[in-house]
């Protein structure tokens, strides 16, 4: 079983940052991908960020240049968010994919963090 913990949401001013933590413990045989996505009332949940295992990233078209992801280790991924925009406020959750042996193959099996509140004043 794995756990996610995040931590580092809160409120800020437009214009501000924040840093998103996310640490996974537990019994996990390897971590393959880890992300961010959030949701917003009302609209459905979306990609943020995500960094894979070799380091490779991608953003949403909306945060490029504003927010960084980085693996601080093979169980930590954190979420560097500056100049916040009042759209940026959500609900961001961290998601990590575990390679798992099973059924004779490697999977990919999904895990989520209980998500953390985001909300920037204009």
């Known amino acids: 079983q794995v756990q996610l913990v995040e931590s580092g949401g809160g409120l800020v001013q437009a214009g501000g940052s924040l840093r998103l933590s996310c640490a996974a413990s537990?019994?996990?045989?390897?971590?393959?991908?880890m992300g961010w996505y959030r949701q917003a009332p009302g609209k459905e949940r979306e990609l943020v960020a995500i960094i894979t295992s070799g380091g490779g990233t991608n953003y949403a078209d909306s945060v490029k240049g504003r927010f960084t992801i980085s693996r601080d280790n093979a169980n930590t991924v954190s979420l560097q968010m500056n100049s916040l925009k009042p759209e940026d406020t959500a609900v961001y959750y961290c998601?990590?994919?575990?390679?798992?042996?099973?059924?004779?193959?490697?999977?990919?099996?999904?895990?989520w963090g209980q998500g953390t509140q985001v909300t920037v004043s204009s």
């Open positions: 998601k990590v994919d575990v390679r798992i042996w099973r059924n004779f193959r490697y999977n990919l099996d999904p895990y």
């Open positions: 537990g019994s996990i045989p390897q971590i393959n991908g």
